[in-house]
């Protein structure tokens, strides 16, 4: 069985964007005491939150630092709000504060979680309840002030992108004691008018301007709309109640709109981009084919049964009269070494050196004598010549000039 194995890049990325898939991970609050804080160089602020049972790493943006309304220090508790994803160089996932404030001025968003951890409870959080936000909407609903920012943004692109695309307008109100009932009305009636979607939202403000779309009235309203809503409150920072129970979250009413709208100019060219890839798609298949097909009559050429004979045919000739030379080789070279042992061996013979007129001596026991001093008299010695051997018997010594030189130097 094969293995999949991929590097530590590919792992990191799946798993940035297994966070960044992740809703509630996207926009998140922690509570914590900070430590090793540090303000670096570059403006932005580096720390960690921790509790009694865990830490986790933090980084504030230069970018963000502006919403800062206290000094960051070791020791503070604050309620940071943020993402978390991951830091791909190091694999490690952190905290992306955007916003952070002391323990103690947050009442309202400590209502915020518990309303947020209530509903998520319920599951009107849940993707399974999410409606695909149609491809091809002509009818498109929107919830938001009349006079707002908003509304003018939202016709301004949706005119851009399809001019055919026809808006309906509930003027609601978007900030206040009546602003939630009046959101959940508005959507309550564009619901029942069979709309393909329904965009609501606002512009940005502080979390008591945003506060209708966190009250649960309009997250009951959306939950049960059976039109698709997309949730458009605030700048990309803000996250509302609303967000999380609607079936899409856009950052801005107007990225709301490109997203309900779709681009009639550019899904033409996209038509046309894609005729002319499959054009060059079946050209390339085509080609690929003839390629593939003249591979496949050269591997039969290369592997015909005759021609591989023959080849392993020629081979073996080749093999054989190889080896018939290194037989004659080594035969010969057999030959030289025996001549040349032969030589060596009839050089050494005693029996050559005994046809020059010496004689080969032996004592009793049959043992080669090889100096005069191994003998003494009356002893038993054998004179073998080249045609046979005499027996004698020792009966003097007579001493050679070499041993008195000898004696006389003792």
Known sequence: MKRSIYSVEQVNTYI???????FALRSIYVRGEISNCKYHTSGHIYFTLKDASG??????????????????????????????????????????????????????????????????????FSP?????IP???????????????AIRDICNIAA????????????????????????????????????DCIIIGRGGGSLEDLWAFNEEETAYAIFHSQTPIISAVGHETDFTIADFVADMRAPTPSAAAELAVFDYE????????????LDQAESANLERIRVLVDSYKKRLDVQDPVRNLEQKKQQLDAREQKLKLLM????????????????????????????????????????????????????????????GKWNAVITGKEVSQADSVQKETE
């Open 16 to 22: 940035k964007n297994l966070f960044t898939q992740d």
């Open 55 to 124: 830490v986790l790493n933090a980084v504030m943006f230069r970018s963000q630092r502006q919403n800062l309304k206290v000094r960051l220090q070791d020791g503070m508790t604050i309620v940071a709000g943020g993402s978390i994803n991951v830091y791909e160089r190091d694999g490690r996932y952190q905290l992306y504060v955007q916003t952070a404030e002391a323990d103690g001025i947050g009442e309202l968003y400590r209502q915020f979680e518990r309303r947020k951890a209530e509903l998520e409870e319920m599951g009107m």
């Open 128 to 132: 399974e309840y999410k409606r695909p």
């Open 135 to 149: 491809r091809f909407a002509s009818k498109i609903g929107i919830v938001t002030a009349s006079t707002g920012a």
């Open 160 to 195: 851009r992108r399809n001019p055919c695309v026809q808006l309906i307008l509930y003027p609601a109100l978007v900030q206040g004691d009546m602003a939630a009932s009046s959101i959940a009305r508005g959507i309550e009636t564009l619901d029942a008018m069979g709309l």
């Open 266 to 277: 550019s899904y033409l060219h996209t038509l046309e981009v894609l005729k002319k890839r």
């Open 328 to 387: 004659e080789s080594r035969i010969q070279q057999i030959r030289i070494q025996i001549r040349s042992g032969a030589g060596r061996l009839d050089a050494l013979s005693p029996l050559r050196k005994l046809t020059g007129g010496f004689a080969y001596i032996t004592g009793e026991d049959d043992k080669p004598v090889v100096c005069a001093a191994d003998l003494s008299e009356g002893e038993h010695v054998g004179i073998r010549f080249s045609d």
